[in-house]
């Protein structure tokens, strides 16, 4: 049976990030950002988590501030207050916290960036685990928040998608190993969240996205902006975008 997560209908388009077009004054994964997302129509928001010097999960891509915000410090190395200040004409300092309260309608798609956060996330996610999927390059990461949210109570298993290591050993299992090592190799995982490319390795290709479906796994890809690619990809099977631009997607997606 599918997640809860998975019950709205697909293609599923993911926010990366929120969402910001041109001419926006607020910065990737802030409160802003979100909303607009939320105000544009997407059900799914990806975001990125790390763990402030004073325990507050913070939605943030880098494990600095830098890039957003100009201040090279570390997100771990700051205090709730620091971040505030430094997002407060940036669209607002988003926690984990008041994402999943504030909106309780999105399913989120939680990036565990920092091995720290990973016990803090599980425990957050718990009382919303039916709207929310753990990601992580780190297989040890996501099992770490997964197994933190069980701990605290989660009446089902948050969704989840696959990391670099299980994903290398799907992509050589897919060429030719039979259905029942693919299905091991993917079990407890809900989804493939992928580049078509890494480098110069074709990471997506048909038979991946059949032997996923075979198992019962999705197949996402990110990050995509050019909306004929999008309509492509959704035609070549795959379940779901992730892309910068959510509007451009719902619109050209949509029906």
Known sequence: MAHPYFDAPAPRVLAHRGLTVPGDSHVENSLAAVAEAVSAGATYV??????????????????????????????????????????????????????????????????????????????????????????????????????????????????????????????????????????RLLRGVDVLQIPQRQGAVRVLTDRLIRRAHDAGVEVHVWTVNDVDEMRSLVARGVDGIVTDRADLALAALDG
């Open 46 to 183: 990806e975001s990125d988590c790390h763990l402030t010097r004073d325990g507050e999960i913070v939605l943030f891509h880098d494990d600095n501030v830098e890039r957003v915000t100009g201040d090279p410090r570390l997100v771990a190395d700051l205090r709730l207050r620091d971040l505030e200040a430094l997002m407060a004409d940036r669209g607002g300092l988003l926690t984990l916290r008041d994402a999943l309260e504030g909106f309780p309608e999105t399913r989120w798609n939680l990036d565990v960036k920092a091995a720290a956060a990973a016990a803090e996330m599980g425990r957050l996610v718990a009382p919303h685990a039916e709207r929310v999927l753990l990601a992580s390059f780190s297989d040890a990461r996501r099992r770490a928040a997964l197994a933190a949210a069980a701990a605290a109570g989660a009446a089902v298993r948050p969704a989840t998608s696959a990391g670099s290591a299980t994903i290398a050993r799907v992509l050589g299992a897919a060429a030719a190993a039979p259905a029942s090592v693919l299905r």
